[in-house]
């Protein structure tokens, strides 16, 4: 089997993929904080010694992060977009396939959730969707259905019951239109394009 070499991050190379991670159909917020994120690490990794590119290093992060007391739903974002950048490299032929796959096994601490009877503010709805793997299957449907009770206001019932049928375009503005809410009422909600884009990501890779 080969084994891809990664360039190491002092060389300049990893500019272009950091760009390639936050080109992708997300929420400027969000963008920013993946750019900002993928800076510390690749800071890190230069400062530490810039061993090869692995699920090992990646791991040994984590462990930094967590020895400096960030919290652990910090960390799991950025072990997020490392993940996001580890599929860069591994489209470039950086890293091979069998090491992206370990690098996608790499897990975060266990975020505890306390539950809680109000609404998320902005950041903790978008710390929310960032958590979420939309390199798979799973995490592109789930970055969907989330999206819908976090950016369109729908409850559960009404955003399991969400088809293409109700997405229509109205001047230029990407809407769910007459879904049947709360009173047996149609309801029409404008969506935000990214999460248009999701959707149409999440069809086409679900074929």
């Known amino acids: 089997m080969s084994t891809a070499i990664a360039p ?22 969000t963008k920013k904080r993946y750019a900002r994120k993928l800076r510390v690490f ?29 919290p652990a739903f910090d960390i799991n974002h950025s072990l997020v977009a ?14 091979d396939i069998s090491l ?5 096994m790499v897990e975060g601490p266990r975020v505890h959730a306390t539950r809680i009877r109000q609404w998320l503010s902005e950041p903790q709805a ?35 019951t969400a088809s293409f049928e109700h997405i ?3 001047d230029g503005q990407p809407c769910l239109v007459n879904l049947v809410c709360k009173g047996d009422k149609p309801l029409t909600k404008p969506m935000p394009r990214w999460l248009f884009a999701a959707i149409q990501t999440w069809v ?4």
């Open 100 to 104: 992206l796959e370990h690098i996608r």
């Open 42 to 70: 690749l800071a890190w990794w230069d400062l530490s010694g810039r061993e090869p590119f692995s699920a090992a290093l990646i791991e040994k992060y984590i462990g930094a992060l967590h020895a400096e007391k960030y």
């Open 126 to 160: 978008e710390a929310l969707m960032e958590v979420i793997d939309r390199e798979t299957l799973t995490g592109k449907r789930d970055t969907v259905l989330i999206g819908f009770l976090l950016y369109c206001g729908l409850r559960r019932e009404e955003a399991a």
């Open 8 to 29: 190491n991050p002092g060389s300049g190379t990893w500019g272009p993929l950091v760009e390639a991670v936050i080109s992708a159909p997300l929420a400027l917020s």
């Open 168 to 170: 229509r375009i109205i």
């Open 204 to 207: 086409d890779a679900a074929g």
């Open 82 to 95: 490392i993940k996001r950048l580890a599929r860069a490299a591994a489209l470039r032929g950086w890293v």
